[in-house]
């Protein structure tokens, strides 16, 4: 599936219409009818990802038990493994004969009791050990991952790690991935407000429910809750972090510049040139190992890449394919 394949109707090219559809309840719906239409056997289970942490996800089997192999999915900030765009994506790589791995992030979807620390960020290396206990605990064939928005950022950054782990990944596919921090921070600091806002309120909501389970660890009162996303995200770095700055904790997950050119790993990454949470220059200036491509399509917002009025996406159709092609292809 090539970019030219993406040409939603002139209607559906609204960079805005494209990411607020592309999260709605309509979408939502959607993706849990296509899921339990593939009548996948789907089980939870508790990820060991080392130092004590705990990781929840969801394992699901195609319905006649035979799979190609395994592909690990990963979520947006505030998303889950429930999210719209998991449940689409885990259905399209079911219906090709794939199992998939939904993992939650520390402290998202219905998480927050399995660890006392706070999500953030920088969190890679528990989520590099739970890819590795996925693969300990659900042999495959062959092994892939996925993600979308940061879920994408820590596919990337799991590729770049999986060979010193010990991780044999054969491919992964990044959807609209922050690359420099900074910049999404900025970019959504000085647009319209309205990805600034939804982001807050989800992280609000977040922190509420990690100050009910652990009133003694996050000092947090409403008077902290209320600030916007950078302030609030400076509290979050300066009490629950070693970054020190928030200059130093956007340094430590940036993938921006020559972070990528080292990466082993066979990779596919996927933008939309409107894309108003990530801006496309970061991808433009970026450089690439040999064995990485780049898609950026003119439209497509963030995650959306609606095509038509029936909310069928290319995104995860396009991370299908990618993950689907044969072994060494």
């Known amino acids: 599936m090539q970019a030219a394949d993406f040409a939603p109707p002139w209607w559906l090219r609204d960079a ?21 239409a593939r009548a996948a056997r789907t089980t939870p289970h508790i990820i060991d990802a080392g ?50 791995f939904r993992l939650n992030f520390r402290d998202h979807g219905d998480s927050h009791h399995l660890n006392e620390q706070i999500f953030h960020s920088n969190c890679i290396d528990e989520v590099v050990r739970a890819a590795v206990e996925v693969a300990r605990r659900f ?27 010990g991780l044999r990944l054969e491919r992964v596919a990044a959807v609209c991935p ?23 309120r989800k992280w609000r909501a977040s922190l509420v429910r990690k100050r009910a389970l652990f009133p003694h660890l996050l000092h947090l009162d409403d008077r902290t809750l209320a600030q916007r996303l950078r302030p609030l995200t400076q509290w979050l770095v300066e009490r629950h972090t070693d970054f020190g700055t928030l200059e130093n904790y956007f340094d430590g997950y940036t993938l921006a510049g020559e972070r990528l050119a080292a990466l082993q790993v066979p990779a596919e990454i996927l933008t939309a040139a409107d894309d108003p949470v990530i801006p496309v220059e970061d991808f433009e200036h970026l450089v690439l190992a040999p064995g990485t491509r780049l898609t950026i399509t003119p439209h497509g917002g963030h ?6 009025a029936r909310l069928d996406g290319f995104a995860e159709a396009w991370v299908a394919d990618v993950l689907d092609r044969p072994a060494g292809a």
Do not use: I
């Open 16 to 36: 805005h219409l494209q990411t607020v559809v592309g999260t709605s309840l309509l979408r939502g719906r959607l993706g849990e009818k296509r899921l339990a």
């Open 51 to 100: 130092d004590g942490v705990r990781l929840s996800g969801l394992h699901d089997e195609p319905a006649n038990g035979a799979s190609k192999g395994l592909a690990l999915l990963l979520h947006g900030w505030e998303g889950s493994v429930d999210s719209s765009y998991m449940r689409l994506t885990a259905a399209e790589l079911l219906g090709r004969g794939w199992s998939t």
């Open 139 to 165: 042999p495959a064939p062959r092994m892939l991952a996925a993600g979308y928005s940061l879920g994408g950022n820590f596919t990337l950054r799991l590729a770049l790690r999986a060979p010193d782990a």
């Open 178 to 200: 922050v690359l420099d921090p900074a910049h999404t921070m900025h970019a959504m600091d000085r647009g319209v407000g309205l990805y600034r806002r939804y982001f807050e």
């Open 303 to 308: 995650c959306g890449f609606l095509r038509n």
